[in-house]
């Protein structure tokens, strides 16, 4: 336990130092355990009291100038583990940090990222007792500006953490507006270098962590009727590893697929229904967005829906599924369900086919702007607007600051978590 305070004190001491130039960097063991070995969980207090809008006193050069901190956590029976994520202003960076305390001393260790470009790397950080531990171990912490400050290190690639970072406690995060972050195909994209694959069940239980309050999913049938998560028409090295495989999803039943096929990061091909398992039971994901693709058939969709409402209300969860209407092709088998505008819909069409449909949510690309005039037309109507698919931090800025949308589509979460929370 000695080593835990210790190691606690000298990485403060070396940022504290850190900002004269004549000083040599030295950093700390990368190792996690190091740092986590010993110490216990925080309470449920201690987390909320940390939640909020810091300031990057020292490492603004390369993360910006604030970071919302935020928690998510991953359920396993009735245990549950949880991460600090924080979301940066610049290059859609972001770390998840697991944790521990020991005595009023606060220790972090994981992983930082930024999805702008391929840069990634290792990131330690404490809260002494005297800089906020003392406060957050309290029963009650009472949190004001400047009363909390997380001193730490990070690196690049899998080097040694030697450079510095401090974060200092500003306000609480912005609760003004209930927003949902909506990740594209399950959280984000593999093309993005995300330590999982998109559509899998992993990116699902990763997602709260990348920013996600919401998930989109891209749901396809197997050639025997199997409804599978994958996004691409066809197979590609895009997205799965080299197998013996050519074709469409469609060409191959679901025992083929599963023998056959593994995900860019080794995982398997889910099922929409396991897919959905995972969301509703081990995560707090409140939406799913059902990408409707040309091949699958809605009533299937309808059919799952229906079944995963009725498991949501005995489990007590908020979680709604909104079967997405991409086309007309769509919508001409969606109406064919009967007392389909009773069926929660999402309609990517105009506001007068979301009207006929009794959608609960109409959802205009993002090409057409913030549209204010119509999203209030909608929001008159008792429905919600969302915007799909905004990945550009000026326009995600933009339409945060001057839009009116209730939900954004994006595969830069984290970037869109930051622009909502320091408002």
Same mark, same amino acid.
């Given at each position: 336990?000695r080593?835990?305070?210790?190691?606690?004190l000298l990485?403060?001491?070396l940022v504290s130092?850190s900002c004269?130039?004549?000083t040599?960097?030295v950093?700390?063991?990368?190792t996690?355990s190091?740092?986590?070995?010993?110490?216990k969980?925080?309470k449920?207090a201690t987390?909320?009291?940390?939640e909020? +809008?810091?300031?990057?006193v020292?490492?603004?050069?390369?993360?910006?100038?604030?970071v919302a901190?935020?928690w998510?956590?991953?359920?396993?029976?009735?245990d549950?583990?949880?991460y600090l994520s924080g979301?940066?202003?610049?290059?859609?960076?972001?770390?998840v940090?697991?944790?521990g305390?020991?005595?009023?001393?606060?220790?972090?260790?994981?992983q930082w990222?930024?999805l702008m470009?391929?840069?990634?790397?290792?990131?330690?950080?404490?809260?002494l007792?005297?800089a906020?531990?003392?406060?957050?171990?309290n029963?009650s912490?009472?949190i004001?500006k400047?009363?909390i400050t997380?001193s730490g290190?990070?690196g690049n690639?899998e080097?040694?953490?030697?450079k510095?970072?401090?974060l200092?406690?500003?306000r609480p995060?912005?609760r003004g507006?209930?927003l =949902?972050?909506?990740?594209?195909r399950?959280?984000?994209?593999?093309?993005?270098?995300?330590?999982?694959?998109?559509?899998?069940v992993?990116?699902? *239980?990763y997602a709260?962590?990348?920013?996600?309050?919401a998930?989109e999913?891209?749901?396809r049938?197997?050639k025997d009727?199997?409804p599978?998560?994958?996004?691409?028409?066809?197979l590609?090295?895009?997205?799965v590893?080299k197998?013996?495989?050519?074709?469409?999803m469609?060409?191959y039943?679901?025992?083929q697929l599963?023998?056959?096929i593994r995900l860019?990061?080794?995982e398997?091909?889910p099922?929409?229904? *396991?897919?959905?398992?995972?969301?509703l039971?081990?995560?707090q994901?409140?939406?799913?967005?059902?990408?409707t693709k040309?091949?699958?058939?809605v009533?299937s969709l309808?059919?799952?829906?229906q *079944?995963y409402?009725?498991?949501?209300t005995?489990?007590?969860?908020?979680? =709604?599924?909104l079967?997405?209407?991409?086309?007309d =092709?769509?919508?001409?088998e969606?109406k064919?369900?009967p007392n389909y505008?009773?069926?929660?819909?999402?309609? *990517?069409l105009?506001?007068?086919?979301?009207r006929?449909?009794?959608s609960?949510?109409?959802?205009?690309?993002?090409?057409q702007?913030?549209?204010?005039?119509? +999203?209030?037309q909608v929001?008159?109507?008792?429905r919600r607007a969302?915007?799909?698919t905004l990945?550009s931090?000026?326009?995600?800025n933009?339409?945060?600051t001057?839009?009116n949308?209730?939900?954004?589509?994006t595969?830069?979460a984290s970037?869109?978590?930051y622009y909502?929370y320091?408002?």
């Amino acid at each position: 336990m000695r080593s835990l305070v210790a190691v606690a004190l000298l990485l403060a001491a070396l940022v504290s130092l850190s900002c004269r130039k004549d000083t040599p960097v030295v950093g700390p063991d990368s190792t996690a355990s190091l740092f986590l070995g010993d110490t216990k969980p925080f309470k449920p207090a201690t987390r909320a009291a940390m939640e909020g +809008v810091y300031r990057v006193v020292q490492g603004q050069d390369f993360f910006g100038d604030l970071v919302a901190l935020k928690w998510s956590g991953v359920a396993n029976g009735v245990d549950t583990t949880f991460y600090l994520s924080g979301f940066f202003g610049r290059d859609a960076a972001y770390f998840v940090l697991s944790t521990g305390s020991l005595d009023s001393t606060l220790f972090f260790s994981g992983q930082w990222r930024k999805l702008m470009t391929t840069e990634s790397g290792l990131f330690h950080g404490v809260v002494l007792s005297h800089a906020g531990g003392r406060q957050l171990m309290n029963p009650s912490p009472v949190i004001g500006k400047d009363s909390i400050t997380i001193s730490g290190t990070w690196g690049n690639g899998e080097e040694n953490p030697t450079k510095y970072i401090v974060l200092q406690y500003d306000r609480p995060l912005y609760r003004g507006k209930d927003l =949902e972050i909506i990740g594209h195909r399950g959280g984000g994209r593999t093309s993005d270098l995300l330590p999982v694959s998109e559509n899998s069940v992993e990116i699902i *239980e990763y997602a709260e962590r990348l920013g996600c309050t919401a998930i989109e999913l891209d749901v396809r049938p197997t050639k025997d009727g199997v409804p599978v998560l994958y996004h691409d028409n066809t197979l590609n090295l895009r997205l799965v590893q080299k197998n013996g495989l050519m074709g469409k999803m469609e060409d191959y039943t679901y025992d083929q697929l599963q023998g056959l096929i593994r995900l860019i990061h080794g995982e398997r091909l889910p099922t929409f229904r *396991e897919a959905l398992d995972v969301a509703l039971y081990r995560t707090q994901i409140r939406m799913v967005y059902i990408d409707t693709k040309p091949t699958m058939p809605v009533q299937s969709l309808y059919e799952i829906q229906q *079944e995963y409402i009725q498991k949501a209300t005995a489990a007590g969860r908020r979680f =709604e599924l909104l079967i997405g209407l991409p086309s007309d =092709e769509k919508v001409a088998e969606f109406k064919a369900i009967p007392n389909y505008t009773q069926v929660p819909s999402l309609c *990517e069409l105009t506001v007068d086919e979301t009207r006929a449909l009794n959608s609960r949510v109409w959802c205009p690309r993002f090409t057409q702007g913030t549209q204010n005039d119509l +999203v209030a037309q909608v929001h008159a109507e008792g429905r919600r607007a969302f915007v799909w698919t905004l990945d550009s931090p000026p326009y995600i800025n933009e339409f945060l600051t001057n839009g009116n949308f209730d939900g954004i589509l994006t595969n830069y979460a984290s970037m869109v978590a930051y622009y909502h929370y320091v408002r």
